[in-house]
């Protein structure tokens, strides 16, 4: 188990914006995780869980540890005629654990190609993209329960997955460590083509009847286009959610803004929160050393030299903005310490 004391996190976040930790934990083996969890008095209030910080915005620095799981591994643990059952330790990378999916003729998430992070995050906030959710193929989460220092495991009504969220992001925040995620994956391809953009790039790509590996590549041209690179620009990918509301609502703000793009979600609708925040003129606009990117106007940027407050700050100035023009109050994706 490798220990760091007065570490810095610059490194450790796609943002890149220098917060530093008392102490900074390092797990690469089943040993050490053992070891941690016999060693180490978890505290929610002081310590964080990183996984791979292509999620997280540090606004100040962190008084206890920073924990990081970077325990690998994966396989396949069972077949049957229609599904395949795939483990895979939470230190994996999700992009690479895909490809390694799809090399293995397994097929289920390659919507999903080119999210950053890690496998044990996926669950965290239920990731999706282009018409999947990692709830479509979830089996299980296995995990220590940094309360009692047990081993438990939840099944997929277990984790209470939603938009952008779970048990583990919301009421129980901070208390379990995962560590590892099955999914049920198919031999059988069915292309999901529901998102316009996805079917429109395999089109301009001159395919009618995609591969796996051929949607994924889509996925991986229309992400590489729409966001910036976080190895060259420092950000988190979308910053606030999509609002949910009642149709009610959407109706009413449709009925006021002809162009707003609606999309119904079973008894609810769904809004854009980039086509307002554009609205508002916000994209391109900068404070301080933070900046909505040209690319996308769900995306902050890090232009170079930005802290973690000025980005905070950005992302408030937007929000009021929004809420005062349409009466939307838009949430963040990433986890915030302020």
Known sequence: MKR???????????????ARARQLIELTSEQDLQAFISEHRFDAKRDVILGGGSNILFARDIEGSVVLNRITGKKIIEESNNETLVQAHAGENWHKLVLWCLDQGLYGIENLSLIPGLAGAAPMQNIGAY????ADVLDSVQAVDLKSD??????????????RTSRFKSVDAGRYLITGIRMRLHRTFTPNLAYKGLAEELASMDIDTPTAQQVSEAVIRIRQRKL????????AGSFFKNPVVSRETADALAEKYEAM???????????????????????????GGAAVSEQHALVLINKGD??????????EAIQSSVQNRFGIKLQPEPLIIR
């Open 4 to 18: 760091i004391a007065d570490a810095s996190l610059k490194h450790l976040n796609s943002f890149s914006v220098e």
């Open 150 to 163: 047990q081993t438990c495991e939840f099944n997929l009504p277990e984790c209470q997955l939603g938009y």
């Open 228 to 235: 910036p690179d976080p190895k060259a620009v420092g950000n």
């Open 306 to 315: 930005a802290t973690g407050t000025e980005i905070l700050a950005l992302a």
């Open 261 to 287: 793009p609606v999309y119904q979600v079973e008894e609810e609708a769904k809004l854009s929160a980039a086509w307002m925040i554009e609205e508002c003129g916000w994209k391109g606009r900068s404070v």
């Open 131 to 134: 018409g999947v959710e990692l």
